[in-house]
């Protein structure tokens, strides 16, 4: 077995039950901690679109908010949840749902503690993640040195190369444009946007995630009026497929409830990116009067990007299997699947969906720019940004030429490893959560934090500089 294999192989282990079990147990187990704070996604979706301008802080809310979705809101909503469909079967859907709807609630307590630990650069810019909380929370300065060093480099495979590919292969195939010319200008492009920092990042995400979001989105409310007459058999089925097998035919592989299990966690846990410890990294940079209100507002992104986007993608997906039986499960082609999908609206269906994925993957590329940016802050101080920015633009470029199988999988491993050191800071902080959450209960929430926010001595150096 050659190292691609072996990569491969470890990388299929670790996104199958391990991390199931680690993310989706936390995530039950913060709900109850945290005393069901889903139920204030409605107050969090108010405050997100709330300005806070006197609170301390680089960005608005709303601003950290569309960063973090920016990168969520990608290919995974799309793609991964055709895959988990045409893996696991239709029952798939609400297993990736609920991953969702408990998900929440690690998203909320690991921006809490993100937002809490945070620290403020000599220049007076935020900096806070799940390396701050580690260190400064848990005194495991060692840990938040792993979870940088995981997430600074992931960050060039699947938040970089891989989105900027597929940027590209959505031009070369729908366009016939050679990748080489869209690598050249895709660079250019991202180059103009990090060159001005998180303002400029968090201005053009402010513009770009609701359009992209709402575009898409109505694409899909377009197929389901359309399947209108199969919405009640569609959800019957993925309820039904959710708890028993399903064998083979109506347009499905056969299916069992393990599987169903597998790819619609797996799937879903990958999209919204809860307890990954990457959208508390933006979430560091908002301004905010405590952290239990920006740490609502980022609950909000896993909301919008699986309880609603990754949902409406299933329903569009299993009931055009039903309209349409000759649409099967293509053994796992997932992209395969959901083109087949959209190819269903007359015209305009296969622009939506091309628009969609360019959209949602350039967006990535900006967000997931600002996640290894802080964490090479971290490492190595604020002297390695602008060296961050011109390899991240070859980043950009090389993976629109190359082919990268070996980059996806090693990357795909990083991210899932660097969801170990955060779940570990998330649950040995528990019970700072339970009382930062309690502290800022009702009207409390207007308070603001009475704690100074540290200065870092050590900006510029970083903690191996």
């Known amino acids: 077995m050659g190292f691609s294999e072996i990569i491969a192989a470890v990388d299929n282990f670790l996104w199958g039950w391990p991390l199931i079990i680690l993310l989706f147990g936390t995530h039950i187990f913060m709900t109850f901690r945290t005393g069901f704070i889903q139920k204030d996604v ?3 979706i108010k405050l997100s679109v709330t300005k806070d301008p006197d609170a301390q802080g680089d960005v608005s809310q709303f601003g950290a908010l569309t960063t973090a979705l920016s990168s969520t809101i990608g290919t995974g909503n799309i793609i991964g949840v055709g895959t988990a469909v045409a893996l696991g079967g239709p029952g798939a859907v609400l297993w990736m749902w609920l991953t969702g709807i408990f998900g929440m609630a690690t998203k909320y307590a690991e921006t809490l503690i993100a937002v809490k630990y945070r620290v403020k650069s000599e220049n007076g810019t935020m900096i ?4 701050y909380a580690l260190d400064r929370g848990l005194h495991m300065k060692w840990l938040g040195i792993v979870f940088a060093v995981l997430a600074s480099l992931c960050a060039f495979g ?6 900027a590919n597929a940027v590209v292969s959505n031009f070369q195939v729908n366009l016939h444009i050679p990748p080489l010319a869209v690598g050249i200008v895709l660079s250019v492009i991202v180059g103009l946007v990090i060159i001005g920092g998180i303002q400029s990042i968090t201005r053009v995400s402010e513009a770009l995630v609701p359009f992209m979001s709402a575009f898409y989105v109505l694409g899909c409310l377009a197929i389901l009026i359309m399947n209108h007459a199969y919405l009640g058999e569609t959800v019957a089925l993925i309820v039904k497929s959710a708890f028993s097998a399903r064998a083979a035919g109506s347009g499905f592989i ?11 966690f797996a799937r879903g846990l990958f999209s919204n990116e809860s307890g990954m410890g990457s959208a508390p990294l933006v979430a560091s940079a908002a301004q905010t009067r405590n952290p ?15 309880v609603v986007i990754c949902l409406m993608t299933g329903l569009v997906l299993v009931s055009c299997i039903l309209r349409h039986p000759t649409i099967d499960s293509l053994s796992g082609n997932g992209s395969e699947l959901t083109s087949l999908a959209f190819s269903t609206i007359p015209y305009v269906g296969l622009p939506i969906l091309i628009v969609g994925l360019i959209t949602f993957a350039f967006s990535t590329i900006l967000g997931w720019y600002y996640y290894g940016e802080r964490c090479a802050v971290y490492l190595f101080g604020e002297k390695v940004i602008m060296v961050y920015k011109v390899l991240w633009v070859i980043g950009v470029f090389v993976g629109s030429v190359v082919e990268l199988n070996l980059i996806w999988n090693i990357a795909d491993l990083m991210n899932g490893l660097m969801a170990i050191p955060n779940i570990i800071a998330v649950l040995l902080l528990s019970s700072v959560i339970v009382e930062e959450t309690r502290k800022y209960k009702g009207a409390h929430l207007e308070d603001k934090d009475n704690e100074e926010i540290p200065v870092l001595k050590n900006a510029k150096s970083g903690v191996l500089g």
Do not use: E, H
Request: proline share 0%; hydrophobic share 45%.
């Open 42 to 44: 409605f107050k969090a």
């Open 292 to 306: 239990k209100r920006q740490a609502l507002v980022s609950m909000t992104g896993t909301f919008w990007d699986t």
């Open 158 to 163: 699947i938040g970089c190369m891989v989105q």
């Open 128 to 131: 806070g993640g799940a390396m």
């Open 254 to 264: 056969g299916s069992t409830v393990a599987m169903a299990c597998r790819y619609g």
